[in-house]
């Protein structure tokens, strides 16, 4: 089937500690997972992907971890600042690449 | 970078009318265009793939005569929601592609 699970649905952190938002997913022919932020009211942006030949990928304060065995995968981002206050969303691709499924997202609150 | 232009970004009609949305790829040409819906903190759900020049792929439980999808050109796809209830009220918002998706600005439509 094509599900992928998103946790946690809220996360609040303080300003400065890290977040982590983990990712399942169930279509053993996945191979794309990216991570979008949305900002209320705006289009979901890509932060970060990864494929699934690469079990970790970092951008500065944000990395997204795979673990194919698992068929899990998370999103890291380090030093939280309120401005990383948004919902955030994993998708995996299915169906050959050539559709995303959208996990149910996680609303981050950073608080200063 | 590419770039997808939606219009209208909000748009409020009266229940029995019909919505258009038009989505246009600026400077690159969109073979395909990938059309989701996003109720009120919930997560993106695809509903249909629209393809230049052939007809569109629905997903499971989306009804075609309702969401009418043309792709006439490569830089223009419409989604057309047709005799509109109040509980098609969403945010539609199309994207060109799966693997490293970027979306239009979306469309805030609400059914009165």
């Known amino acids: 089937g094509e599900n992928v699970e998103q946790h946690p649905s809220t996360l609040s952190v303080q300003e400065g500690d890290s977040a982590v938002i983990k990712c399942t997913y169930s279509?053993?022919?996945?191979?794309?997972f990216p991570w979008y932020k949305q900002e209320l009211g705006k289009r979901p942006q890509l932060i970060i992907d990864?494929?699934?030949?690469?079990g970790e990928k970092k951008d500065q304060r944000i990395a997204v971890t795979l673990n194919k065995t698992a068929k899990h995968f998370s999103l890291h981002i380090t030093e939280t600042q309120p401005e990383d206050s948004a919902v955030y969303f994993c998708?995996?691709?299915?169906?050959?690449?050539?559709?995303?499924?959208f996990g149910a997202g996680t609303i981050l609150r950073v608080k200063s | 970078g590419a770039v997808v232009s939606q219009h209208p970004s909000w748009v409020i009609c009266k229940s029995g009318t019909s919505v258009k949305i038009e989505c246009r790829s600026l400077?690159?040409?969109?073979?395909?265009m990938f059309w989701y819906r996003q109720f009120p903190k919930q997560s993106l759900m695809l509903m249909a793939t629209?393809?230049?020049?052939?007809?569109?792929?629905?997903e499971q439980g989306v009804e075609k005569d309702k969401f009418l999808i043309n792709h006439a050109s490569l830089t223009l796809s419409t989604l057309t929601v047709t005799s509109a209830h109040p509980e098609d009220s969403s945010f539609y918002i199309c994207?060109?592609?799966?693997?490293?998706?970027?979306f239009g600005q979306g469309t805030r439509l609400t059914v009165v």
């Open positions: 998708a995996a691709s299915v169906r050959r690449g050539n559709k995303l499924v």
């Open positions: 279509d053993s022919a996945s191979n794309y």
């Open positions: 990864i494929r699934s030949n690469v």
């Open positions: 400077d690159f040409q969109a073979t395909t």
């Open positions: 629209s393809n230049e020049g052939s007809k569109a792929t629905y």
């Open positions: 994207s060109p592609r799966a693997r490293e998706a970027f």
